[in-house]
């Protein structure tokens, strides 16, 4: 196994199971994408929810307005839904 190979293991393995780290979506065309403002928030909105923040904040207003088309992990919806709305979800 070369260094490269590893170092991707090593990205990908934690406690023994398995978690996709630094998701990157290399055929996202962003530049095309942003001619669609719409698109381009639901899709930016999915990226930093779905696969981690940084140092950046989500705006309430935008996951509000965009909500019912977000496509979200089920365990983050649930969060936030209880963070936004204060409900519970079974």
Same mark, same amino acid.
């Given at each position: 196994?070369?260094?490269?190979?590893?170092?991707?293991?090593?990205?990908?393995?934690?406690?023994?199971?398995?978690?996709?780290?630094?998701?990157?979506?290399?055929?996202?065309?962003?530049?095309?994408?942003? #001619?669609?403002?719409?698109?381009?928030?639901?899709?930016?909105?999915? &990226?930093?929810?779905?696969?981690?923040?940084?140092?950046?904040?989500?705006?309430?207003? &935008?996951?509000?307005?965009?909500?019912?088309?977000?496509?979200?992990?089920?365990? #983050? #919806?649930?969060?936030?839904?209880?963070?936004?709305?204060? &409900?519970?979800?079974?």
């Amino acid at each position: 196994m070369t260094i490269l190979e590893l170092d991707f293991l090593s990205n990908l393995c934690y406690n023994n199971s398995i978690m996709i780290l630094n998701m990157r979506n290399w055929s996202t065309d962003l530049k095309e994408l942003k #001619k669609d403002k719409k698109q381009y928030t639901i899709w930016r909105l999915e &990226q930093l929810v779905n696969f981690g923040l940084g140092k950046e904040k989500l705006s309430r207003k &935008q996951l509000v307005d965009n909500w019912s088309v977000l496509h979200l992990d089920p365990k #983050k #919806k649930k969060y936030l839904k209880l963070l936004l709305w204060g &409900q519970r979800v079974s």
